[in-house]
């Protein structure tokens, strides 16, 4: 571990050690895990990768840490959480475009000022565009897929109409 914690400080992506997870679920519950960085953008996101599947450590992504239980054992490899340019949202005439790491409620109450419909069932779910699209979040009748255009897997924005 101490090698890829060398390579992810040497790129220069933010990072901590035995960070505990329970600041970063929504349950608050969780023991450490052995390296979270904090990709800023989607070539960090990959170079984190990149590091980790070379090196063969499990990784995961996590977003604001809804729909997660973690053992207070914590998790023994490593965790990128997205921040920077991934947890953005930009509104445009034909739709919104979100990063993966931006808070569905935030997206959901700031679409509706913007005068956009078809995300009011996400205005009380605590979890991120990412994990949404990832599973299909919905609730009251709807859910994401029926007002999502475009999911970029190889850049994790998306595109709402």
């Not at 090698?3 to 679920?25: A, C, D, M, Q, R």
């Amino acid at each position: 571990m101490q090698k890829v914690i060398s390579l992810i400080e040497k790129s220069g992506i933010p990072f901590t050690t035995n960070t505990p997870l329970h600041s970063y679920t929504t349950w608050k519950i969780g023991g450490p895990c052995d390296l979270m960085v904090f990709p800023r953008s989607v070539e960090e996101a990959s170079e984190c990768i990149r590091i980790f599947n070379t090196a063969g450590i499990p990784w995961m992504i996590i977003g604001k840490g809804s729909n997660m239980l973690v053992s207070d054992d914590g998790f023994h490899g490593a965790i990128l959480r997205l921040s920077g340019a991934l947890d953005t949202v930009s509104f445009r005439d034909d739709g919104v475009i979100a990063g993966a790491g931006f808070s569905l409620i935030t997206l959901s109450l700031q679409a509706a000022k913007y005068g956009f419909t078809g995300l009011e069932f996400a205005s009380g779910i605590p979890g991120t565009v990412g994990g949404a699209v990832c599973m299909n979040a919905g609730a009251h009748g709807s859910d994401i897929s029926k007002t999502l255009s475009l999911a970029l897997v190889r850049h994790p924005y998306l595109l709402l109409r």
